[in-house]
Nanobody
């Protein structure tokens, strides 16, 4: 069983920054597909950023240039650095990874951007 634990969410003012962390209970060294999704109230869950291979990444258009996904394989952790945050970024952010063809999700961490 894979467990993913997100942290780093909170309340931030527009223009501010947050860094989310996702710690996995398994080694992520050989896991290609992992990343971050978000779900705002009344909306579908959507991709934010993910690794599509060990070195390649994909971002939602709405976060390009503002968010950066990174990984530390030694710590089995994936990060999401979020800068220039906007009220539209308010959502629950979920970590996801694919292992042996099966998707695993974290419990989510709330990010609220408001003045």
């Amino acid at each position: 069983q894979v467990q993913l634990v997100e942290s780093g969410g909170g309340l931030v003012q527009p223009g501010g920054s947050l860094r989310l962390s996702c710690a996995a209970s398994v080694s992520i060294f050989l896991i290609d597909e992992m990343g971050w999704y978000r779900q705002a109230p009344g909306k579908q869950r959507e991709l934010v950023a993910r690794f599509t291979s060990i070195m390649n990444t994909k971002y939602a258009e709405s976060v390009k240039g503002r968010f950066t996904i990174s990984r530390d394989n030694a710590k089995n952790t994936v990060y999401l650095q979020m800068n220039s945050l906007k009220p539209d970024d308010t959502a629950v952010y979920y970590c996801n990874l694919m292992r042996f063809g099966y998707p695993y999700w974290g419990q989510g961490t709330q990010v609220t951007v408001s003045s």
